[in-house]
């Protein structure tokens, strides 16, 4: 057992409120500068809807991620040893500026040195890049709030598996429903961009499980660009460098929330560790699509199990980090109460990021014209729920229903039970009956509650100050003393070799 910890992170969607004040907190602390104006690192994206860039999650097209071979080897989409070095110089599969968006300005002195005329003059739209006018055809969040209109929701690769009933019922004028889903690099425990950079220049931190790119080290190849199947590496045209999401690491290490969990208005992301089992990542990832959620599950350990712990002592995780691990609010969420699943599974590159699916779009329906919002009824009109069961399991179960149906049950549970102690419309027999089908418990049932509706930011935000600084500092102490103990030279100190 290799025990290794992750920062992670759960957002709740049946609170997000899609108002993209952790997009903005995010542009403005990382990605203002020349070269990052179209980078998004995070953005919150209107589901039905094709995303950023456009229909991201179409892996036929921009082929990311990995792929288990006739063979059961797991190998990456974009390139094998063979291809990869025909690849660097042209990938058909990369993305272009208009998959996402060519960034503008506008040209504001037209506002004042237009001459007098019967018409109100305009700022023409001018690109960042090229200083050219241009005509704006896309943007971010262009389908935001499905824009009005059906058009690019249909276009949703999430929907293909649906009935032509089941399309038709989501966007019916009277009945649409939508879901919001913020998006950061997922910090994958098997990431596509570290096996696929040429130059070595990504990796994942030992001590957190963050994915960075060295940018001395990154030369533009943009294979990663390609191979991350959430599309959250972008390539930097003014610096000729990789960029990508990196978790707000000087902020974590000042034991500070990162940017988007800081601003988040909705109150919807928990953060705290995870440990996995690193040795069984490559046959967990090679499971068949409808099992690749158990898979992934699987590899998460109990931080209170004594094996796990001796383990993690033996791998040199912290014992701050481990404290951090049993009250992790993400280890209760995805390990002791099954509730947030991984996005799109079947990429097989273990997100590290959960999502907790929505219920309200589920349980919100029509019943002789009126509006019904019922705990009760809800299995019962699963069939004719807003946003259909399937379109959620494409989304975060690769396909598999019953694990998205299983998580909605504990969540109409936890609702039932609460109305049943605030409102008294729900008898005990039944509040037992619902709780014990949904393998709950009412003490988690109460704590599930508490953590939806009221939690404090020190309940969301359990991680301790990483202080590598320090860490640093002991390495050298430590270099220093094995020196003068074992008499090894200046540059032959065992960590310097490690």
């Given amino acids: ?170 966007f019916e004028i009277d009945a649409i429903s939508m879901m919001y889903v913020p998006r950061i690099c997922n910090h994958c425990a098997n990431p596509a961009c570290v096996a696929a950079c040429p130059s070595g220049a990504i990796y994942k931190r030992g001590e957190d499980g963050v994915v960075l790119i060295n940018q001395d080290v990154c030369r533009g190849w943009r294979a990663c660009v390609v191979a991350c199947p959430y599309k959250k590496s972008y390539f930097n045209w003014s610096s000729g460098k990789s960029e990508k999401c990196i978790l707000c690491y000087p902020r974590l290490e000042t034991g500070q929330a990162t940017a988007c969990f800081h601003s988040c208005v909705g109150r919807i992301r928990y953060m705290g560790v995870l440990l996995y089992d690193a040795d069984r990542i490559e046959e967990a990832m090679k499971a068949p699509d409808q099992a690749l959620v158990a898979a992934q599950l ?9 094996k796990v712990i001796e383990g993690a002592r033996r791998n040199g995780i912290s014992e701050a980090f481990l404290d951090a691990a049993k009250k992790s609010p993400v280890w209760k969420y995805v390990g002791e109460w099954g509730l947030a699943l991984p996005l799109h599974p079947e990429f097989r590159t273990m997100p590290m990021l959960y999502y907790v699916p929505p219920l ?3 349980m919100g329906h029509t019943t002789d014209g009126l509006y019904e919002h019922s705990s009760e009824s809800f299995f019962a009109a699963a069939d004719k729920a807003r946003l259909p069961i399937r379109y959620l399991a494409a989304l975060l179960a690769a396909g598999n229903t019953d694990v998205v149906e299983n998580v909605l049950r504990k969540l109409v549970a936890v609702r039932s039970a609460l109305r049943a102690s605030k409102v008294g419309d729900i008898d005990d027999a039944k509040i037992k009956r619902i709780l014990r089908d ?31 600084e320090e860490a640093i500092e002991q390495d050298l102490r430590d270099a220093e003393r094995c020196r003068g103990m074992c008499g090894f030279g200046e540059t032959d100190s065992p960590r310097r070799k490690g």
């Fill in 360 to 362: 309200l779009p589920m």
């Fill in 1 to 170: 057992m290799n025990v290794r910890a992750q920062v992670g992170m759960v957002f709740h969607l049946d609170k997000c409120l899609g108002c993209h004040t952790c997009s903005i907190a995010c542009k403005n602390v990382w990605t203002d500068r020349p070269g990052a104006e179209y980078m998004w690192w995070n953005n919150v994206e209107t589901k039905p809807g094709t995303g950023y860039p456009t229909q991201w999650e179409d892996q036929t097209n921009y082929k990311g991620g990995w792929r288990v071979t006739d063979s059961g080897k797991l190998e990456l989409r974009c390139q094998s040893k063979l291809s990869a070095l025909t690849k660097l110089f042209f990938n058909p599969s990369q993305p272009e500026l208009d998959d996402y968006y060519e960034p503008w300005d506008y040209r504001y002195e037209d506002l004042f040195n237009s001459p007098a005329g019967s018409d109100q003059p305009t700022a023409v739209p001018v690109s960042k890049i090229t200083n050219e006018v241009i005509n704006i055809e896309a943007g971010p969040n262009w389908d935001d709030d499905l824009s009005g209109s059906p058009i690019y929701a249909e276009n949703d690769p999430n929907l293909a598996g649906l009935s032509p009933a089941e399309r038709r019922m989501l």
């Fill in 298 to 306: 699987g590899l998460l350990l109990d931080p209170a199990d004594p």
């Fill in 438 to 468: 949904a393998r709950l418990t009412a003490e988690q049932a109460e704590e599930i509650a508490r953590m939806t509706a009221l939690p404090g930011v020190r309940e969301r935000y359990v991680l301790p100050p990483i202080q590598r």
